[in-house]
């Protein structure tokens, strides 16, 4: 199974501000949405947020205002720039491309954010 490839998780103090990227091999093409999810101990998978191929993003309500998803659809590239964390956002983060239904996931990035 292809994975995406993930960097940016670490330490975080409440507050402060991360910034997460996703890089799908060139393999995957004809990406739609790309995507974070995140899973905390404990608690099932959710979505984070999303972004289409014409730039549409959603969010999850716990995050609206403070994380941004960007795209770089040549670089088969998604971002996630995460500011004003909070320790409630800690979990493992996962990238997700979805091709038509196909879905591609990395092996997760820790995020932890101390209060």
């Known amino acids: 199974q292809v994975q995406l490839v993930e960097s940016g998780g670490g330490l975080a103090q409440a507050g402060g501000s991360l910034r997460l990227s996703c890089v799908a091999p060139g393999s995957i093409f004809r990406i739609t949405i790309m995507g974070w999810y995140r899973q905390a101990p404990g608690k099932q998978r959710e979505l984070v947020a999303s972004i289409t191929n014409g730039g549409f993003p959603n969010y999850a309500d716990s995050v609206k205002g403070r994380f941004t998803i960007s795209r770089d659809i040549p670089k088969n590239t998604v971002y996630l720039q995460m500011n004003s964390l909070k320790p409630e956002d800690t979990a493992v983060y996962y990238c997700?491309?979805?091709?038509?239904?196909?879905?591609?996931w990395g092996q997760g990035t820790q995020v932890t954010v101390s209060s």
């Open positions: 997700n491309a979805d091709r038509s239904g196909v879905h591609y």
